[in-house]
């Protein structure tokens, strides 16, 4: 992931075990050095939430959680979780003032949250149901559009892409889904890790495959 004044990059590696650990690599763009900043997160970093801190999602007692890593000095400290329900794909909005995310119980369908960041912790109680029997959420340039993947046809491909109006203000969601994008010829791979599609100017960059097999491309 990189940084957003795009001067920094993070990965994680995975090192076997017993124990596995997982690191957290910072390399400098401009200079091209890297510094290790985590022996094991235990989990992997998803995006930045400014230009020291790092959202990581982590894996534990079966679920995913988000905890918040500080490159400055190596620490870390719990973010958002769930009791009973698996938390992934994070998105920060455009004014980074809300983190859009999936949520799933276990052997049930994923839906789309949103947690308010103003408070540095939003409690399970005051996210914001978006959808329910979707996914994979991203926003748009201006933060008033939330999209997303329903889960049509399953969970682990789809073929749709919709959104919702949304109030950064104070979180609203509109209550009618707009239909954005119906593929019918390629399927997006939801299964495949960390493949959100993302909106990159006037576009919207995704992972597709044509059905039933064959190549990835983006679109």
Not at 79 to 102: C, I, K, Q, T, V
Not at 103 to 124: C, F, N, Q, Y
Not at 174 to 189: A, K, Q, Y
Request: glycine share 6%.
């Amino acid at each position: 992931v990189i940084s957003p004044d795009a001067q920094r990059l993070a990965f994680g590696t995975l090192v076997p075990g017993p124990p596995v650990r997982r690191p957290v690599i910072a390399a400098n763009l401009k200079d091209g050095t890297s510094r290790q900043v985590f022996e094991d997160c235990g989990g992997r970093a998803r995006l930045w939430l400014d230009d020291d801190l790092l959202l990581a999602e982590t894996f534990g007692s079966g679920l995913n959680s988000f905890v918040v890593l500080d490159t400055r000095n190596a620490t870390q400290r719990p973010f958002l979780s769930s009791r009973d329900r698996r938390l992934s794909n994070p998105r920060l909005s455009p004014d980074a003032r809300w983190l859009a995310f999936d949520a799933t119980p276990p052997g049930g369908s994923p839906s789309v949250l949103v947690a308010r960041l103003d408070d540095g912790h939003a409690a399970e109680t005051d996210w914001v149901h978006v959808e329910s029997a979707a996914s994979h959420p991203f926003w748009s340039r201006d933060g008033r559009l939330l999209y997303y993947l329903p889960t049509t046809p399953t969970v682990d491909i789809r073929n749709k892409v919709a959104a919702r109006a949304f109030d950064s203000r104070d979180g609203q969601v509109d209550r009618e889904p707009i239909d954005v994008l119906t593929l019918s010829e390629t399927i997006v791979p939801a299964m495949i890790t960390s493949a959100a599609p993302i909106v990159a100017g006037e576009q919207i960059v995704f992972l597709h495959r044509l059905q039933p097999g064959g190549a990835c491309y983006f679109q």
